[in-house]
T-cell receptor, first 114, second 111 residues
Framework: NAGVMQNPRHLVRRRGQEARLRCSPM?????VYWYRQLPEEGLKFMVY????????ESGMPKERFSAEFPKEGPSILRIQQVVRGDSAAYFC????????????FGPGTRLLVL | SQQGEEDPQALSIQEGENATMNCSYK?????LQWYRQNSGRGLVHLIL?????REKHSGRLRVTLDTSKKSSSLLITASRAADTASYFC???????????FGQGTTLQVKP
């Protein structure tokens, strides 16, 4: 049973470009969480999605960031018009049923904005 | 706002010694999870302890939870150089399952 998959593992963008980060949850998991980790810090919650629904986006910046988890395919975290402050590691986690369950993390995507 | 705070921020021990890390949190929780992160890598789940549990074991790991003090501890016994990593506690306190992470404890185990 493959774990949580994220791609790309590393992404370099220039200021003003768009970044698309992909996450495929573990087989049988329909709940996806995105977290951001700045250097030397812990992870910060961004958004929680189930298939075709955003359940909690309280950690998402109001502008430039969006997330989706379509019926088919991976979850996508999209950052438009990236700025240097967006440089961070972005982790996706999945769980079978959300609340009260263990979350399994992917290897992360390390975004560098030049 | 930060929910969990780990203590100490950094810990350096010799191989074979025990390592204890503490986590404090502010609000009531559903469960508390401990994760390990090796430098530049993803998070590995270690243990989940529910709010009605007081202690759990997994191999060389022992986790305690004191809800009256809003604190948890992670004990690694007979440490190995491979245990060198950052350790994070994360609390689930809402109704969506989102985790609130502490800043982490960086553990160095010297061979």
């Amino acid at each position: 049973n493959a774990g949580v998959m994220q791609n790309p593992r590393h992404l370099v963008r220039r200021r003003g470009q768009e970044a698309r980060l992909r996450c495929s949850p573990m087989k049988g998991h329909s709940h996806v969480y995105w977290y951001r980790q700045l250097p030397e810090e812990g992870l910060k919650f961004m958004v929680y999605l189930q298939k075709e629904n955003i359940i909690d986006e309280s950690g998402m910046p109001k502008e430039r960031f969006s997330a989706e988890f379509p019926k088919e395919g991976p979850s996508i975290l999209r950052i438009q018009q990236v700025v240097r402050g967006d440089s961070a590691a972005y982790f996706c986690a999945s769980s079978p049923s959300g609340q009260l369950e263990t979350q399994y993390f992917g290897p992360g995507t390390r975004l560098l904005v030049l | 706002s930060q929910q969990g705070e780990e203590d100490p921020q950094a810990l350096s021990i010799q191989e074979g010694e025990n390592a204890t890390m503490n986590c404090s949190y502010k609000t009531s929780i559903n469960n508390l999870q401990w994760y390990r992160q090796n430098s530049g890598r993803g998070l590995v789940h270690l243990i989940l302890i529910r709010s009605n549990e007081r202690e759990k074991h997994s191999g060389r790991l022992r986790v305690t939870l004191d809800t009256s003090k809003k604190s948890s501890s992670l004990l690694i016994t007979a440490s190995r150089a491979a245990d060198t990593a950052s350790y994070f506690c994360a609390t689930d306190s809402g109704n969506t399952g989102k985790l609130i992470f502490g800043q982490g404890t960086t553990l160095q185990v010297k061979p």
